[in-house]
Structures are given as structure tokens and as C-alpha cells.
């Protein structure tokens, strides 16, 4: 009950500030449980500039992952890291298409603060279910929009977020706090492409 209260705290604190340049964009966040019957929680959605076209993600020296598929970056485990500082291990190959901007997404989460490794969101706790989101630059952190819009169904990865990727200068109320890099263990479980598709 208290964890609820933190979070629907943080959520209107979120949403009290006109968004501006400085400002990061809230990432996603853990919604309590729910019956089967009620409707997924949207996530929060201050306006923010688009996210840049990136440059090929590299890999980090003393790696082989420069041009790899997922599928080889899986048997590897190797770390990649993006021009933008985002850096993935796959864990598990996905099938298919990416999603588009736009796009819903169900996404199974465990995320952790990098600094001391608490854990502040996991949909795979007992009786947990997949988390749904709309992939844009509205709702979701830049991490996120990087990370899943590369994503196949079915594939899993380990992202390290810097946190100019993620909840950035402010943080996300006493969850993570401001400057603090994030980790996530992303399972994208399935996506429908805008329009339903």
C-alpha cells in the first residue's frame, strides 16, 4: 500500500511540471497489480523534443560485436554499446519485425539502480503481467524508445541506461534518484504496429 502511495505520488509530482528542454522525460513505471479485468495504466506523458535518428550501435573494445546479428550477439554476450551511451547484452533472440513509433508494446521489466543494485520495478514478480506502453517519445525515456524500437518480439535484452537516458537531472521521486544510472532486463513479449497491425 505504501509503494502505491510512493508511486502515485511521484506520478502527479511528474505531471505538476510543464515539461522544457531540461526536463527528462519520466520512464516507465511499475503499475500495481491488477485484476485480469481492468485495463492496463497509462504511463505518464509530459511533451519532449523527438528522439535523434541514431547512429549503428558499436561494440565495446574488447569485443567481437561490431555488425553481429542479435541472434549472434546471444551466443556471444557481447556488450554493445549505441553513439548515444545505451549499452545492450542480448540475452535471448527475438523473432520478426521491430516496432515502429507508435507502436503498443507489452514489455516484461526488471529495473535496478545501477549504483547499489535495488530494485525498484519487476513485472516478473508471482502473478506479474507484462506491462503495456505506447512507444513514443511522449511516454517512455530515451533508453526505452532506443532499445525497443531495435527490439524483436520475443527477444530479451540487458540495457545499462546513463541518466541522460533515463529519469536524467531529476530522478524519479525517491525511487531513483536524480543522476542515477539505471539497469533493465527488457523482454519485449509482443507488439502491435500503429493501426492495429
Known amino acids: 500500500m505504501k509503494l502505491r502511495s510512493v508511486l502515485s505520488a511521484c506520478l502527479v509530482f511528474l505531471l505538476s511540471f510543464s515539461c522544457d528542454k531540461a526536463a527528462p522525460p519520466p520512464g516507465p513505471v511499475s503499475k500495481p497489480a491488477t485484476s485480469a479485468s ?26 567481437q560485436a561490431a555488425g553481429a546479428t542479435p541472434s549472434e550477439l546471444e551466443k ?15 540475452l535471448k533472440d527475438g523473432v520478426g519485425d521491430t516496432p515502429a513509433l507508435g507502436s503498443l508494446v507489452k514489455v516484461h521489466v ?17 502473478g506479474g503481467v507484462p506491462n503495456e506502453y505506447k512507444l513514443d517519445s511522449l511516454s517512455l525515456v530515451k533508453g526505452w524508445v532506443e532499445t525497443l524500437t531495435a527490439m524483436r518480439a520475443g527477444e530479451k535484452r540487458k540495457v545499462h541506461m546513463p541518466h541522460g537516458l533515463a529519469y536524467g537531472v531529476r530522478g524519479l521521486g525517491d525511487i531513483v534518484p536524480p543522476r542515477a544510472d539505471v539497469d533493465f532486463e527488457i523482454e519485449l513479449v509482443s507488439f502491435t504496429k500503429p493501426g492495429g497491425k
Open 38 to 63: 481492468s485495463s492496463p495504466a497509462a504511463a505518464p506523458s509530459p511533451v519532449i523534443a523527438k528522439p535523434a535518428t541514431l547512429a549503428p550501435a558499436t561494440a565495446v573494445p574488447g569485443t
Open 76 to 90: 556471444t554476450g557481447a556488450v554493445v554499446k549505441t553513439p548515444s551511451g545505451l549499452e545492450y547484452t542480448v
Open 110 to 126: 526488471v529495473g535496478t539502480r545501477a549504483s547499489d543494485k535495488v530494485e525498484f520495478m519487476n513485472t516478473r514478480n508471482p
